[in-house]
């Protein structure tokens, strides 16, 4: 093991315009990056420009990236929006695009929705679990009605920086450890 600062991806769950995930993404790098304990990136899935899973070559430039991209990174916090009170189809299929390379990591989540996207966060949870992926209790749950405006302006409540603070230690925590499994 190195003392290199471990690499820890906040992944942007949706793709849609007008998503409001950029805003949440920042948010949380803005948090993360007053910590100094990893260097944390955005990771936008948009920008992969990924097939669906089976249905490209498997040559593509932006697949070749994105597993190189998730292979390079120690961790993740996943910002995940409540679709059908699921994950996103871009994320899910993000996630499939993917397997070894995510294999002994650790991630939080950040969720959103009317009921805090609880149910697409628990969703997740269960996909991480057959990645071999170690999800971290602390889960600060966004509420469309309260910290947003509109349903588009990202006010969030001061209380959720504890709460993304709590989620990141126990990231870093798990990211630390099983850097001497891999
Ligand atoms: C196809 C679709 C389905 C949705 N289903 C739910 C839902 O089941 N529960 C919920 O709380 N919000 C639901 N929403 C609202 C989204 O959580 C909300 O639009 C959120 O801003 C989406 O994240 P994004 O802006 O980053 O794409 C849904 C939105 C879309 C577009």
Redesign the pocket.
């Known amino acids: 093991m190195t003392n290199e600062k471990l690499a820890i991806g906040i992944i942007l769950g949706?793709t849609?315009q007008?998503?409001?995930?950029p805003q949440v993404g920042e948010w949380v790098k803005g948090i993360a990056d007053k910590r100094g304990d990893a260097a944390y990136e955005i990771v936008d899935i948009a920008d992969f420009n990924l097939p669906f899973v089976g249905a490209g070559t498997g040559e593509e430039a932006g697949l070749k990236a994105w597993v190189e991209k998730i292979s390079n990174l120690d961790g993740y916090v996943f910002i995940a929006?409540?679709?059908?009170?699921s994950i996103t189809g871009a994320l899910k299929n993000a996630i499939d695009s993917a397997y070894a390379e995510w294999n002994n990591k650790a991630a939080g989540i950040v969720s959103?929705?009317?009921?805090g996207?609880a149910r697409a966060a628990e969703h997740l949870r269960g996909i991480l679990g057959e990645l071999q992926v170690a999800d971290v209790r602390n889960h600060p749950t966004l509420s469309?009605f309260t910290d947003f405006e509109n349903?588009s302006e990202f006010k969030p409540a001061e209380l959720h920086d504890a709460n993304v603070n709590g989620m990141l230690d126990q990231v870093i925590s798990w990211s630390t450890a099983l850097k001497s499994v891999r």
């Open positions: 949706s849609r007008g998503r409001v995930s929006q409540e679709y059908n009170h959103y929705g009317s009921t996207g469309l349903f």
